[in-house]
């Protein structure tokens, strides 16, 4: 199950409890749909959401999707540039 929607789901029947993830590691998701994901959580969670991305520090993490460790900062770069316009729109600054 993933971890956001398990999150969504937990915002919805709470009203006080923060709902948070230690670390996403970002280059195992897609970028907009992550930048969707998590919006969506913040506004069910009524901005309760505290979020943590990495890049990962070790090879684990992408083993079982078939990347490279060596690949994962130019996939963090990528994710947070395709992420931060979605960012200044969500927060009304276009």
């Not at 969504?8 to 280059?27: D, E, K, N, Q």
């Not at 970028?31 to 969707?36: D, T």
């Not at 959580?41 to 990962?56: K, P, W």
Request: charged fraction near 30%.
């Amino acid at each position: 199950m993933s971890p956001i929607l398990l999150a969504t789901a937990l915002a919805m029947r709470t009203r006080t409890i923060r709902i948070g993830f230690s670390v996403l590691v970002l280059p195992l998701f897609e970028p907009i749909r992550l930048a969707e994901e998590i919006a969506t959580l913040d506004v069910f969670s009524e901005g309760r959401v505290d979020l943590g991305i990495s890049r990962g520090n070790t090879s684990r993490y992408f083993e079982g999707v078939g990347a490279g460790l060596r690949r994962s900062l130019r996939r963090v770069r990528c994710g947070l540039r395709e992420a931060d316009p979605l960012a200044d729109r969500a927060e009304g600054r276009s």
